[in-house]
C-alpha cells in the first residue's frame, strides 16, 4: 500500500469582521464565485465560502465575538498571504480596477502586487512564473 500523501489545497480561510462587506470585496470587486453561504441555527450568517479554483475555495468567516478586533496577520509568524492566480495580460487591469476601487497597492514585484481587503488581510495577484516585462514569444 502506498504512503499517504497530502493531495493539494482543500480551502484556505480568512477572518472577517463584517460578512456583507467582505462579500462585496471578494465576489464583486475580485469577481470571486460564491459556493456558499453557512449559518448558525438561529439564522445568523457566519461564513461565504467563494470559488477559487476546481474544488479549492476560500473561506470568509465571521470573526467570533469577544469584544476585541482581530489584529491583521501580516506582522505574526504563520500564514502570509493568500496569493490569487492571475495572467501576466491582466495585471493591468486588476492594478487599475483595485485602484478605482480605492485599494492601496501595497508593494510589487516583477510577478506580483500585494493589496488588503477591507479587514486588513493581506491579498496578493499573481502571475508567477511569467515575469511582467516578459518578451513577446517569437514563432
Known sequence: MPEPSIRGVNHLAVLVSDLQRAEAFYLELLGLPLVQRHFEQDGRHRSTWVALDGTVFLALELQPAS???ATPVSNRLGHHCVALAITREHRLHWRSRLEVAGVAIERETNYTFYFRDPDGTLLA???YPEPQ???ESRG
Request: charge should be negative; aromatic fraction near 0%; proline fraction near 11%.
Open 125 to 127: 495577484l499573481s502571475h
Open 67 to 69: 469584544g476585541q478586533a
Open 133 to 135: 516585462d516578459a518578451p
